[in-house]
């Protein structure tokens, strides 16, 4: 019911469900699907767009705007063109063309949602500006069959968190090291930085080169014969710092690293297949608990293929199976579940095996989490639109309105 990715529907609408004939079959319902909010489904593109219109016979609040449109842009250089052109009422700014001295706060409210204005932006308007620290997490993932452990190991020790945080990140997001974000982590951010700072294996807060490289002359690589790995990202300018920066980190600690980007159905396509050996990638969460993004390192949920080479279903193909430690997370993770209930006692079994799994990914490298992104919002002065909490996206749009008079 939270999740913006789900919506409820009309009883009936569907067919392909037990004891149902349904309206329609399944795949003519995902060209023209029905639901039941507010408004109305307009048109779809893939990879382009889309849009619906307000419904007139909503039962509830009917919205104030006739439609929302969606452009959707892969290339962060065209979406930022896009928008100072005025072509959309809300966006994001890309981490390449933010400027955090052009962030002014005027307002941080209870929930910690910081209230401002950004700008003058490149076409010379000043914008509105929503910022809180989002329920999310970034990371570094590897398929483990075909990246061997001591090179995860070393690109491990190779990763300043803080420096991808502020460099790379221009300090829109906090260095992590757990798949937890801080604020859910048992104790809170305070208590997740002390046991990070206590007990991260490869260095807190520091890149050491010198221990990747001998992690990988202990696995048998040298100068003369390098391992070598590759990093698939989709198209993003901060990705590609990041990777390059690695690169020429672990090229001092024998491994050649090539880099490679796709659009997103095609890096997608490659890991479900098995055939993403790394990447960069974010994972936002749809609800405030942990299960919510432990699932990605949960094993079953990992495995592109099975042992007879049958294709699984994956969350995120990492295929991190058949090791002790991973042996630890599947049992943490059925500890976690069966104390969901959370009384005082389950509560403290619940927390020592969030902690178990997240120190079983340390000990394997399956991923590494290096930050915690905020939620953000620019939009033109022109609209109002409801604030919003730590889930960031805005999923309602009935109470968005549009002065148009003011609109270019």
């Known amino acids: 019911m939270s999740d913006a990715t789900f ?78 052109n005025r072509n959309v009422d809300a966006f994001s700014i890309p981490t390449a063309q933010y400027d ?116 990988m002359e202990e696995a048998g690589y040298s100068d003369d014969d390098p391992y070598e790995f590759e990093i698939l990202n989709v198209e993003d300018t901060t990705y590609e710092q990041i990777s390059n920066d690695l690169r020429d980190r672990l090229s001092a600690a024998h491994i050649e690293v090539s880099i490679s980007t796709a659009p997103f159905s095609t890096l997608l396509d490659r890991e479900f297949a098995g055939n993403r050996p790394a990447g960069l990638g974010e994972w936002g969460m749809s609800w405030a608990d942990p299960l919510n993004v432990l699932a990605l390192l949960y094993p079953p949920n990992t495995r592109s293929t099975d042992n007879e080479g049958v294709s699984g279903n994956p969350l ?10 991973s042996q630890t997370a599947r049992d943490s993770w059925n500890t976690m579940q069966e104390n969901s209930t959370r009384d005082d006692a389950a509560r403290e079994r619940w927390e020592e095996a969030l902690i178990q799994m997240e120190e079983a990914n340390w000990e394997d490298c399956a991923m590494i989490n290096y930050a915690y992104p905020a939620a953000e919002r620019f939009s033109y002065d022109w609209v109002d639109m409801p604030e919003f909490g730590e889930l960031g996206a805005l999923s309602r749009y009935t109470g968005v309105d549009i002065d148009t008079d003011a609109q270019p």
Do not use: C
């Not at 409210?109 to 997490?137: A, C, F, H, K, W």
């Not at 995120?316 to 430690?325: G, M």
């Open 7 to 84: 919506a409820v529907l009309p009883e009936g609408i569907v067919g392909n469900i037990e004891g149902y004939d349904g309206e329609m079959e399944y795949d003519e319902f995902t060209t023209s699907p029905v639901g039941t909010g507010p408004f109305e489904f307009d048109t779809w593109t893939s990879g382009e767009e889309m849009a619906v219109t307000a419904f007139d016979e909503y039962h509830g609040e009917a919205p104030m705007v006739d439609r929302v449109h969606w452009q959707v842009i892969e290339d962060t250089n065209a979406q930022y063109n896009y928008a100072m």
């Open 100 to 215: 955090p001295e052009l962030a002014t706060v005027n307002e941080t409210q209870d929930n910690g949602l910081q209230v401002g204005e950004y700008g003058p932006v490149q076409n010379g308007d000043m914008v509105d500006y929503l910022r809180i620290s989002g329920l999310s997490t970034q990371f570094m993932l590897f398929n483990n069959d075909q990246v061997i452990e001591p090179a995860r190991k070393a690109v491990a020790w190779v990763m300043d968190h803080e420096e991808i945080a502020n460099s790379a990140y221009k300090g829109r997001v906090e260095p992590g090291y757990h798949m937890t974000p801080a604020t859910l982590f048992p104790g809170g951010p305070e208590a997740a930085e002390e046991h990070a700072r206590e007990n991260y294996p490869y260095g807190y807060n520091e890149s050491n080169i010198e221990e990747a490289r001998l992690i």
């Open 316 to 325: 995120v193909a990492l295929n991190w199976v058949d090791t002790e430690a």
